[in-house]
Structure formats: C-alpha cells, structure tokens
C-alpha cells in the first residue's frame, strides 16, 4: 500500500494540507528531518493509509504572511502561502 506524506501550510480555513504518495512513509519522514523538516506529529491512520504532519525548514512566518517552499519529486517546486489574520 502507498503511504502519503503531508505538510502542513496555514491557510485562512485553519491548518491546509498538501501531500504526496510514497512507498515507505518511515523512510520518506526520515529523509524529510536529514533535509531539514520537524516531525509536528507521529504518524496516524485514516482511510487511505498512514499519515504524518511535517513542517518544512524552509517554511517562514513574517508579519500576516506565512509561507512554505516544497519541493516534489520530479522537482516540482511550489510556494504555498496565506495571509492570517490576528
């Protein structure tokens, strides 16, 4: 069975998700902490498999503006943001 990797990116609506299918999530998280990211939560169950928050090193917080550089594979790069309100 796939896994699916998510990182989290604050959004208006709360706490967006975005993600991608992987092999062995294990393995995909670890790679993910050696580049860089934090582990928010331990992987848990929903009805396509297992999951997992990470967030991105790269990801930034600057007055109401908050954003994340993710890079996919096949190298894929895309910045998701939000304005948040206080």
Known sequence: MNHILLMM?????????????VTDLDAAVASA???GATR??????DPIGRDVVVQW???H???????????FPGGYI???HASVKP
Do not use: M, N
């Open 57 to 59: 090193a790269r990801a």
């Open 9 to 21: 990116a604050p959004a208006p609506f709360g706490a967006e998700r975005t993600g991608y299918r």
């Open 61 to 71: 917080a600057e007055g109401d503006r908050r954003a994340a550089i993710l890079r």
């Open 33 to 35: 902490v050696r580049h």
């Open 40 to 45: 928010l939560i331990t992987s848990f169950l």
């Open 78 to 80: 895309a910045e998701i």
